[in-house]
């Protein structure tokens, strides 16, 4: 689970899904990372993506159906939601 400010400063657990269960809550933040460390991932990444090596699945949507296009992009819709004219 990923929580973070724009979705409310605050999370609620229901007891019954962590109880009995060996769990860590960790935090996390980019911000730690060293710049130096961070641009030589994104590097990384760029030269896999040149190398045509990573896949993100795209759903195209019109620009006058934008708003569904956000309601559903707040709901994870599993694929990029990319908004034509």
Known sequence: MALG??????ATIVSGSVRGKAISILGHTNLLVGQD????AYLRMVRHGMAGELHVDVEEVALEDVGEAWER????PGTKLVIVP
């Open 37 to 40: 460390v961070r641009t030589a």
């Open 5 to 10: 400010q724009s979705a409310g400063a605050e």
């Open 73 to 76: 992009q707040g709901e994870s």
